[in-house]
């Protein structure tokens, strides 16, 4: 079955720390886990999803005919790119780089796909290209970027001009973590906006999202229509009511202080293993090159290297192991919500306060399946074997039960794509790059290179 590629589960076994998607790394707030938990299975949601809809209306201060409830962003990016066919569209733009299924959506539909990497280049797509459906996605997966006011105010223009139909993909709006939208409160009418809450809220196996439509267009009821019956199910229904919620939003915002702390710190200690960050991503996500391969081409000769070929491995794992150091706290078991409170810093780690050759805990144990050849870090630093490639790299960690998002789907092959994860997460990353590319990749006082 061809599916577009995605972090997060796989068909392997679990993934321990997950840095492959982008959900909020503390899980749902207890009041939207406890609404889901409690959402009535037994029956049918009512068909016409009326009172969370004249919910979602009042909370964006739009009319019930407005609010599509889909079963999740990728149900919505499916329903729209056919509705659009349907009413006459031959092309779609996307971003290049750009989340995937906008491109594959219209592909499976046969529809032309023209990607752009930035506005200058989109806004002669549209004059070329005629009427068009065109996603933006801001804060953009994968890169983080956002659009400023000026580029939305030509967009709007060139909207106009060409009689094309934008869609906003707001899916990391909620996490966004330096400054605020540009999108002008007068184009977000006149624009489809998607809303995808399951990322913020840490719940993304519960598959619920909204589209807001334009003030004025034809093809909303067209995309309400092709809606199957049902749409929602009882537990899409309860996080969609539970998300549109003042405590819940603000519970949001106020963890967005540790999350900025965790996005610096993680790319701090990383930077340290020669990961070169791509700037500008102003949320809880972000790209980077992985380190070369080859120590001898990794090194700077006029950087003052620090490196430690000698480190005793297995000494300063007991010890830490010792320590207090616990594994990522992602709660298997939802706890009643008087007991847990998910938005607060588990357990905050030393890592500033370490040098960058200083070794973290220990490793979660290799999961099981075995693979093929001998993995970089299952073998005894003797016989250590360094990964050859990229792939070789990511699949080792893999083995490990740490999946980072391979950006090669996104058009950057030897890039990955990293959310913010806890510290503890962080050093388990760390620990297995110290197995799996041995300790002489560490390095100190090395600032990442601009790629672009
Ligand atoms: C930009 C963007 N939009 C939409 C989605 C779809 O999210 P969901 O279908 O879980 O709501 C994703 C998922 O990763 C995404 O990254």
Known sequence: MPVPEHGGTDAGPPVLCDFSTNAHPLGPPPAVLDAVLAADRQRYPDPTYAALRGHLARWHDVTTERVLPTAGGSEAIRRLSLAALLDGIQTVCVPQPGFGDYAAAAQALGLKVLGWPDVATLLRLMDSAGPCLVWICDPCNPTGRTLDAAEWVALDDAQRRTGSRLVVDQAYEALRLVGAS?????????????????????????????????????????VAALAASWVLSAEGEALLRAWADDEVQEELADSHDLLREWVQAQQDRLASWGFQRMPGSVTNFWMARLPALDAS?????????????????????RKLASSAMTMPSRPTHPQPASQTHPFTAPQTLPLQTQGANALP????????????????????????????????????????????????????????????QTPAAVMTLVSALHQVLGPHHARTAIAPKDPS
């Open 361 to 420: 805990g220990p490793l979660p144990a290799p999961l099981n399946k075995p693979l093929p050849n001998p993995l970089p870090g299952t073998l005894p630093p003797s016989q250590h074997v360094p990964p050859a490639t990229h792939a070789a790299l990511l699949a080792a960690l893999r083995h490990h039960g740490i999946k980072l998002r391979d950006a090669t789907s996104f058009g950057y092959p030897g890039w990955v794509r990293l959310s913010v």
């Open 182 to 222: 540009a999108l002008p409160p007068s184009l977000s009418e006149q624009v489809w906006r998607l809303v995808c809450p399951n990322k913020a809220l840490g719940l993304t196996g519960v598959r619920a999202a909204y589209l807001l439509a334009p003030r004025h267009d034809a093809l909303t009821p067209r």
């Open 297 to 317: 081409d990794d090194l700077d000769p006029d950087l003052d290297l620090d490196l430690d070929l000698d480190l005793d491995l297995g000494a300063t794992r």
